[in-house]
């Protein structure tokens, strides 16, 4: 991305729905361009090199799941997910397939647009390889394997802190159970409860209330997030 507007690829093809989102996006200060299909939408990919791709699962001629695969073949660009209502396992699916977020319908301007903020910062904090995370009172070194609530050292078990540094790595990002269990427990199989436990150890050491925590969000049915 440059100084100029950041340039996001609209797919989806219903034309309402696509022209609400170029309004809101124009109003943004974004560049959105559209596609209506999938192979308008990689063929968009090659010419525009966008900076996000919005994309909406059900289109008429490519299934969803696939394009994202087949844009993650060609382009590292953030893919933010339009779903419906209450589907679950469809946005579990996008995730697991390489989508960076995703935002439900009918969803609101602001939520979108903090997703777009959110997947487009996570992009250049993973060009610019930063390894760690900072904020007013945790900070994570992944060089040095360091952990701080405040002044104070924090110390993790292994499984705590391989959680942490995916989270870490993907911050921002949503993390399915499945890619957690996986790069942490090399085993997708292993019982989600597992992942629970520990995370709730984990905000027991690194959030000021673990009730309600500031840092390792859920987000019921899917996984975590770390903001
Ligand atoms: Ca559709």
């Known amino acids: 991305m440059t100084g100029d507007a950041a340039v996001i690829l609209i797919v989806e093809d219903e034309p309402p729905i696509r022209r609400l989102l170029r309004t809101t996006l124009t109003a943004q200060d974004y560049r959105p361009i559209e596609a209506a299909t999938g192979g308008e939408a990689l063929s968009a990919l090659r010419h525009h090199r966008p900076d996000l791709v919005l994309l909406d699962l059900g289109l008429p001629d490519i299934d969803g799941l696939e394009l994202i695969g087949r844009i993650r073949a060609l382009e590292p660009v953030p893919i933010v997910v339009l779903s419906s209502r209450g589907d679950e396992a469809a946005k579990v699916r996008a995730l697991d397939s390489g989508a960076d977020d995703y935002v439900t319908k009918p969803f609101g301007a602001d939520e979108l647009m903090a997703r777009?903020?959110?997947?487009?910062?996570?992009?250049?904090?993973?060009?610019?390889?930063?390894?760690?995370?900072?904020?007013?009172?945790?900070?994570?070194?992944?060089?040095?394997?360091?952990?701080?609530?405040?002044?104070?050292?924090?110390?993790?078990s292994p499984k705590e802190y391989d959680i942490l540094e995916q989270l870490v790595i993907h911050a921002g990002k949503v993390l399915t159970h499945k890619h957690l269990l996986r790069e942490v427990w090399r085993?997708?199989?292993?019982?989600?409860?597992?992942?629970?436990?520990?995370?709730?150890?984990?905000?027991?050491?690194?959030?000021?209330?673990?009730?309600?925590?500031?840092?390792?969000?859920?987000?019921?049915?899917?996984?975590?997030?770390?903001?």
């Open 187 to 227: 085993d997708e199989s292993v019982d989600p409860q597992y992942l629970r436990v520990y995370v709730r150890q984990l905000r027991q050491k690194i959030e000021a209330d673990p009730s309600a925590p500031q840092h390792v969000l859920t987000e019921p049915g899917i996984g975590y997030r770390l903001v």
């Open 116 to 156: 777009i903020r959110a997947a487009l910062r996570h992009r250049l904090q993973q060009q610019g390889a930063e390894r760690g995370f900072a904020s007013d009172d945790l900070s994570v070194d992944l060089v040095r394997r360091l952990v701080r609530r405040g002044e104070e050292d924090v110390k993790l």
